[in-house]
């Protein structure tokens, strides 16, 4: 008589290929997506510091802009920065620490710099996060935009070399610019050109000194444990559960 209960070779594999998937959870992904990187320092915070996150929709993510103080959901929004900036305020109630959120949707590196002396020098942020990229690439099919990577380049090393003239003491960190391929937005036509922006960021991080925060390889490994539309919305623009990457990502490059 067969017996039913006794696992057959491939049932075996399967249950062990299943186990193995459930043992990687998002700190082992987190830590394979930085494995790669030679990234500066961690950094450490001090009393009074004020913290920065710029870029575009993915920073913004809802945000009030006629709020201006620190450390609110208005002002943070409700996405990675705020998810991000929660940990920070609640692992560090001594420092007094002031985080804002500066991002705008649509931004491209141009128009970072056309506000940015309100809002980023103003503030004299002690610890200045950039994300930004997507757009630059993105625009050229949607919107007719006429930037290419050697723009995006020299735009932001314009950038980043008049902050550093402006607040010399700067900690720098730069976020890749990612996308998630087939899902709604991201198409074949991104590719092989989107991902030299992420180079191009990867770069510029090593040439300002700045810490490096691989969204992309966190987007990637995160494959292994649920597909793509489960992190992305459309592609470009994370799911909650993305944001939450983000957030993870972020800290774990940055603060250790």
């Known amino acids: ?50 913290i920065l996150f710029q870029g575009d929709s993915i920073t913004d993510w809802g945000r009030d802009r006629n709020k201006t103080e620190p450390n609110t959901t208005s002002t943070l929004g409700s996405g990675y920065a705020l998810i991000t900036a929660s940990k920070l305020l609640l692992d560090h109630p001594d420092k007094d620490l002031k985080i804002y959120n500066k991002g705008i949707s649509g931004n491209k590196v141009f128009q970072l710099a056309d506000r940015w002396d309100d809002d980023c020098l103003a503030l004299k942020p002690n610890i200045l996060s950039i994300h930004i990229g997507v757009n630059d690439f993105w625009h050229t099919l949607s919107s007719g935009y006429k930037g290419t990577i050697e723009t995006y380049i020299a735009d932001y090393k314009k950038l980043l070399t008049r902050t550093k003239a402006a607040l010399p003491d700067v900690k720098l960190v730069i976020c890749e610019p990612f996308a998630s391929k087939d899902v709604k937005a991201v198409d074949d036509k991104w590719y092989p050109t989107f991902p030299q922006f992420g180079k191009a960021a990867r770069d510029i991080a090593t040439e300002f000194g700045a810490i490096f925060v691989p969204y992309q390889a966190a987007f990637d490994k995160a494959l292994a444990l649920a597909p793509a539309p489960y992190w992305s919305l459309d592609g470009v623009h994370p799911s909650v559960a993305g944001e939450a990457l983000m957030a993870q990502t972020w800290l774990k490059a940055v603060v250790g």
């Open 1 to 50: 008589m067969l017996n039913r209960f006794k696992p057959s070779r491939r049932n075996f594999i399967k249950t062990a290929s299943v186990g193995t998937l459930a043992a990687v959870g998002i700190p082992q992904i987190v830590s394979a997506a930085l494995a790669a990187e030679k990234n500066a320092p961690r950094l450490r915070f001090n009393t009074g510091d004020v």
